[in-house]
């Protein structure tokens, strides 16, 4: 699978950005895509997910601000980040889980993009 995102940028504190990621290659039935940050001295952090039934999951911290959908036409991810906070300051990467929906386990054994930078300043 080859995940080319893209939509990064900086933005000030209250602000939104819409990410992509194109997503081409084999995706079996049974899959899950989503969306990964690392932030400078924090710990990796599943950010949201959408698995190939349709349901999707988020981390606390982005709860109610961001927002996960695909156009399943275009095969392409998106995450709509709203009300952005500096703490959302990161590394974003798009990652899939090409033959399973145990979304769980992908930060650890997803593919991953080339992740954009995010920046939000206070």
């Known amino acids: 699978v080859s995940l080319v995102e893209s939509g990064g940028g900086s933005v000030q504190a209250g602000g939104s950005l819409r990410l992509q990621c194109e997503v081409s290659?084999?995706?079996?039935?049974?899959?899950?895509l989503g969306w990964i940050r690392r932030a400078p001295g924090k710990e990796r952090e599943g950010v949201a997910t959408l698995d190939s039934k349709q349901r999707t999951s988020y981390s606390d911290s982005v709860k109610g601000r961001f927002t996960i959908s695909k156009d399943h036409r275009k095969n392409i991810l998106y995450l709509q980040m709203n009300n952005l906070q500096a703490d959302d300051t990161a590394t974003y990467y798009c990652a899939a889980l090409p033959d399973s929906d145990l979304c769980e386990n992908l930060p650890d054994f997803g593919d991953w993009g080339q992740g954009l930078q995010v920046t939000v300043s206070s």
């Open positions: 290659g084999s995706l079996y039935a049974t899959h899950c």
